[in-house]
């Protein structure tokens, strides 16, 4: 009878070990699966494998620029500050630089006899134990546990952390794929609108980038006198002045949650609610007009000193245009196409230097909160009809 019961309880023993293991698996799974960064990833997956194998303390690290820096650690350890500023190398004088040399589990009964270690910081520890973690054939780190009596891990311990080893490796790449996509995205906003660049790395952005309808409003602005300047200034001349009114207004359109189309010399296109949906959007592209010719009558007084009169000209009108990719394999851009964008150009080309121009569909829009004025029936190029025209003179 007692051996039966011996055997029940190191059944039940058994038992629990597995179960905890798979609390501990679990654990790092949904550290994976929640996606908030590679810290608490690595941090569970040292603690678990402290836990498991009956560590006094388990530190996970990294290979960057060739040497191992920790990235995490579980327990208290004299060596932990040291290690931080000591990284070690991939030689078989520590634990971890061992494992990653021979690209697979090591195990070191204990410190005191082993000729080969000569760890040069506080030593608190006898027994050690070390797993590689790889990316198919590619080093990434380790993994290194420590007792600090000389008692052996079991080949069951190693096989258990090689297990969180996989799981660290996983975590990992999924990181740095992560981080290469939300780096290709920064880069990507570099040349269009950031809108534009979350478009295109989203899972809806492939419908929308193939062409969609939407009501928008579309904005244009160029600058008055600048023919003439380009006749007469310098080339650097010229891109300087290009140069600080691009930035001027490319700080300016995020504000206002616009999409910038295009910049096309000195003309500028942008348009509002596409493709997120903005709230009173032709209240917001008269908003960003306003700001604009503020900005720009202050770079236009510090050109007016060195001899160069320029004037920035706003037209504004809402309505439905396509929406979508254009262009050619190679080369694309996200615009649109529609009569409100031929119109918002008309109206941009027809305002004086330092006017805003809107339509009757951003006028009704924005009449009980923009001050406007009459500017009559223009005749505009390309509509076959006068056109309705406000001038705005400013927020009510």
Same mark, same amino acid.
């Given at each position: 009878?007692?051996?039966?019961? =011996?055997?029940?309880?190191?059944?039940?023993?058994?038992?629990?070990?597995?179960?905890?293991?798979?609390? !501990?698996? %679990?654990? #790092?799974?949904?550290?994976? $699966?929640?996606?908030?960064?590679?810290?608490?990833?690595?941090?569970?997956?040292?603690? !678990?494998?402290?836990?498991?194998?009956?560590?006094?303390?388990?530190?996970?690290?990294?290979?960057?620029?060739?040497?191992?820096?920790?990235?995490?650690?579980?327990?208290? =350890?004299?060596?932990?500050?040291?290690?931080?500023?000591?990284?070690?190398?991939?030689?078989?004088?520590?634990?971890?630089?061992?494992?990653?040399?021979?690209?697979? *589990?090591?195990?070191?009964?204990? #410190?005191?006899?082993?000729?080969?270690?000569?760890?040069?910081? *506080?030593?608190?520890? @006898?027994?050690?134990?070390?797993?590689?973690?790889?990316?198919?054939?590619?080093?990434?780190?380790?993994?290194?546990?420590?007792?600090?009596? *000389?008692?052996? &891990?079991?080949?069951?311990?190693?096989?258990?952390?090689?297990?969180?080893?996989?799981?660290?490796?996983?975590?990992?790449?999924?990181?740095?794929?992560?981080?290469?996509?939300?780096?290709?995205?920064?880069?990507?906003?570099?040349?269009?609108?950031?809108?534009?660049?979350?478009?295109? %790395?989203?899972?809806?952005?492939?419908?929308?980038?193939?062409?969609?309808?939407?009501?928008?409003? /579309?904005?244009? /602005?160029?600058?008055?006198?600048?023919?003439?300047?380009?006749?007469?200034? $310098?080339?650097?001349?010229?891109?300087?002045?290009?140069?600080?009114?691009? $930035?001027?207004?490319?700080?300016?359109?995020?504000?206002?949650?616009?999409?910038?189309?295009?910049?096309? +010399?000195?003309?500028?296109?942008?348009? &509002?609610?596409? *493709?997120?949906?903005?709230?009173?959007?032709?209240?917001?592209?008269?908003?960003? $007009?306003?700001?604009?010719?503020?900005?720009?009558?202050?770079?236009?007084? +510090?050109?007016?000193? @060195?001899?160069?009169?320029?004037?920035?000209?706003?037209?504004?009108?809402?309505?439905?245009?396509?929406?979508?990719?254009?262009?050619?394999?190679?080369?694309?851009?996200?615009?649109?196409?529609?009569? #409100?964008?031929?119109?918002?150009?008309?109206?941009?080309?027809?305002?004086?230097?330092?006017?805003?121009?809107?339509?009757?569909?951003?006028? !009704?829009?924005?009449?009980?909160?923009?001050?406007?004025?009459?500017?009559?029936?223009?005749?505009?190029?390309?509509? %076959?009809?006068?056109?309705?025209?406000?001038?705005?003179?400013?927020?009510?």
């Amino acid at each position: 009878m007692a051996t039966v019961g =011996s055997g029940g309880q190191d059944l039940a023993r058994q038992v629990e070990d597995l179960r905890a293991q798979q609390r !501990a698996i %679990s654990g #790092v799974l949904r550290a994976v $699966a929640q996606a908030k960064g590679l810290e608490p990833v690595l941090d569970e997956v040292v603690e !678990a494998c402290k836990r498991l194998c009956d560590a006094d303390y388990g530190a996970l690290w990294l290979l960057r620029d060739g040497l191992l820096h920790t990235a995490a650690h579980h327990g208290v =350890s004299e060596g932990a500050e040291y290690d931080r500023q000591h990284p070690h190398a991939l030689d078989r004088t520590t634990a971890a630089g061992r494992a990653a040399v021979e690209r697979r *589990p090591i195990h070191i009964p204990d #410190v005191e006899a082993d000729p080969e270690y000569a760890y040069a910081g *506080p030593r608190f520890y @006898r027994t050690m134990m070390g797993v590689p973690i790889m990316i198919e054939d590619d080093l990434i780190g380790a993994v290194v546990l420590v007792r600090d009596q *000389p008692r052996p &891990f079991t080949d069951d311990h190693i096989a258990l952390v090689e297990t969180f080893a996989d799981q660290a490796a996983i975590a990992i790449t999924n990181a740095r794929l992560f981080e290469a996509v939300e780096r290709q995205r920064t880069e990507l906003a570099r040349f269009v609108s950031p809108q534009v660049a979350e478009l295109v %790395s989203s899972t809806d952005g492939q419908q929308l980038l193939a062409g969609h309808r939407a009501y928008i409003s /579309c904005l244009f /602005c160029d600058l008055r006198g600048f023919t003439a300047f380009t006749e007469t200034a $310098a080339p650097e001349d010229l891109f300087d002045v290009l140069r600080e009114y691009h $930035a001027a207004l490319g700080e300016l359109i995020p504000r206002y949650d616009g999409t910038l189309e295009h910049f096309a +010399g000195d003309g500028v296109m942008v348009f &509002f609610n596409d *493709p997120l949906p903005v709230e009173q959007h032709e209240l917001q592209a008269v908003r960003l $007009a306003l700001t604009a010719q503020e900005r720009f009558e202050q770079l236009a007084e +510090g050109w007016r000193k @060195r001899g160069t009169d320029l004037g920035l000209g706003i037209g504004i009108e809402a309505g439905y245009a396509t929406l979508g990719r254009i262009g050619f394999e190679g080369r694309y851009d996200y615009g649109a196409l529609g009569p #409100v964008a031929n119109l918002a150009s008309r109206l941009s080309t027809q305002a004086a230097a330092g006017q805003i121009l809107i339509g009757q569909r951003v006028f !009704a829009a924005v009449e009980e909160t923009v001050e406007t004025a009459r500017a009559g029936e223009l005749e505009l190029k390309g509509f %076959s009809r006068p056109v309705a025209a406000y001038e705005v003179r400013g927020l009510q």
